[in-house]
Nanobody, 121 residues
Framework: VQLVESGGGLVQAGGSLRLSCVAS????????MAWFRQAPGKEREFVAA???????NYADSMRDRLIISRDIPANTVYLQILNLKPEDTAVYYC????????????????WGQGTQVTVSS
C-alpha cells in the first residue's frame, strides 16, 4: 500500500486547509485511515481517524476544528482543518491500518511521506 498526501502549504492563522491522501496498491475498504502530525522536536501525535463505517475519531484538543471524510471508491481520505493556528505547524502524515480508528501510531501499518503545513501568525 502506498499513501500520498497533498494539500499542505503556507497559510495565515485563521485560515483553513484541506489535506488529501490517496491510497494505492493492496488497499482495503475496511481499513481505518488516520492523520497524525509531527512538529519539530516533538513526538508524532494523533489528529483524526475514520473507519470503514465513516465513523470519525478526533483528537480532543482539535475536534472542534477538524472534519475528516473518506471516499472509499476513490481510496482517498480528506482532512479539513479550520481556524488554523501557528501551533498547527507540522508535517501531517496519512496512515492506514485495520481497526476502528485508533489514535495509536502502532495500530497503523502503512504511512505516507507527509505534507508540510505551516501557519503564519
Amino acid at each position: 500500500v502506498q499513501l500520498v498526501e497533498s494539500g499542505g502549504g503556507l497559510v495565515q492563522a485563521g485560515g483553513s486547509l484541506r489535506l488529501s491522501c490517496v491510497a494505492s496498491g493492496r488497499t482495503t475498504s475496511v481499513a481505518a485511515m488516520a492523520w497524525f502530525r509531527q512538529a519539530p522536536g516533538k513526538e508524532r501525535e494523533f489528529v483524526a481517524a475514520i473507519n470503514w463505517r465513516h465513523t470519525p475519531n478526533y483528537a480532543d484538543s482539535m475536534r472542534d476544528r477538524l472534519i475528516i471524510s473518506r471516499d472509499i471508491p476513490a481510496n482517498t481520505v480528506y482532512l479539513q482543518i479550520l481556524n488554523l493556528k501557528p501551533e498547527d505547524t507540522a508535517v501531517y502524515y496519512c496512515a492506514e491500518g485495520l481497526g476502528w480508528g485508533s489514535p495509536q501510531p502502532k495500530d497503523y501499518d502503512y504511512w505516507g511521506q507527509g505534507t508540510q503545513v505551516t501557519v503564519s501568525s
